[in-house]
Every structure is written in structure tokens, then in C-alpha cells.
């Protein structure tokens, strides 16, 4: 099964005096194991820059595994950019660097009528992965609940999802989507980056502050 997915983020913010350009991703991910109670996804995104490619990979097993009580557990990363050796922390040599390296392990439960609750972890590139002063904040809890919402439709779907950390990537993310068809839904969301404070240096905070989101999301399987 091969997953399609495509991505804009528009800013709201100006944390730099002036609004950033709208972010574009695209991104193929696979799965590549044919066992029933373990999966391995692998995959790329391509986000405009001067080094555009990021890879990830998730290694999982499903939900009701092994019995009914068993949460669907995973372990990943993503964020594995191509050019290393980045610095961002305060009184470091700054470098250009992509690889934020970002390392989790989750686990997931439905509880009915409620919906899907999800609780995890994250680390990552410490050199990257810092806050408005340039200080590390490489790590945090991850947090999401997701429910269809059947009452209504069985196409339609909501979710809160929680990235905690002073970084960039740290944001409490809530949206909606719509399945048009039984392989493609649309993702309308907004992105509340949780860190707005403003560097004591330059007078700026983070890049690239809270988003407006749509994601269109395609599942295929090209060989039958």
C-alpha cells in the first residue's frame, strides 16, 4: 500500500517583522512488511528548500494484536534530513543543517464511545531542536486524541494532537477531515505553535509561528 500525501502550511504570524511563504510538502510512504500483527512503513517528504528531502519510517503493531485489550504500539522517526551537521544553539558556530532527527515511540487505544487516545515521547537533534534563545528543547510528550464522528458521518473525522516542547515543532494541532472517497480524505486543520516568546537577542521569535493547514491524503496500492 503506497500513501500519498500533499501539504501546504500558510502562516498567520509575523515573528520575523514579516509573514513567511507558504510551506509545500510532499511526501510518499510504503509499507513494506506482510505480516498481519507487524508493520513497517518507509517514506520521504519533499519540503521546499535548499535541501529538500526528508526521510522516515515506522515500525508498529496494530491495535487488538494480542487480545482485546492490547494498544496499538509504535516506534519512528522522521525529520531525517539529508544535510547534517546543523547548529542553532546560542554561542555555537550557526551551521545549515536539516537533520532535526526526530525519534518517538507511542501508544494507542480506542475507548468507545470516546474515540482513539494516543500518549508518547519524542527526542531529537539538540543542535536543531532549540527555543527563541537558541537553548535546547529536544524532547517532549506527544498527545493526541482522534474520533469519527458516526453520529454525523462516517466520513468525517476530528482530532487534537499535542507536540510539547519550546521549539519549533512543539504546537497543539486540531483539525477535521473528510473522506471523499474510500482511499482519499482532505485534512483542514490550524497549527498553534506553543512557543511565541521572543528572542532576548534579536527581538524575534520562532519560524514559522502558527499555520493554517491542508493536507490531502491518497491510499493506493498500484499492484492490484
Known sequence: MFHLTSDIYIPVDKPAGVRPGTITNLGLTV?????????????FDHIEGTYPVYFNAMLGVPEKAFGDLFPAIAIGAYSLGTKT????????????????????????KT???????SVGYYTGNEQLLVDENGKSAENGILL??????????ENLWLAVDYMGGDSNYGALSYGFAWKFAPNTSVIFGYVDQLNDKKSSSTGYSLTPGDTFTMQVDIDTNIFG
Do not use: H, Q
Not at 85 to 108: F, L, M, P, Q, S
Not at 111 to 117: A, N, S, Y
Open 144 to 153: 493526541c486524541w482522534e474520533r469519527t464522528i458516526s453520529e454525523i458521518s
Open 85 to 108: 551537521g546543523g547548529e542553532a544553539r546560542a554561542e555555537k558556530t550557526a551551521k545549515v543543517g536539516t537533520d532535526y532527527n526526530i525519534y518517538y515511540v507511542k501508544a494507542a
Open 111 to 117: 475507548i468507545e464511545p470516546l474515540g482513539r487516545f
Open 31 to 43: 509499507g513494506v512488511l506482510p505480516f498481519e500483527k507487524l508493520g513497517l512503513e518507509v517514506g
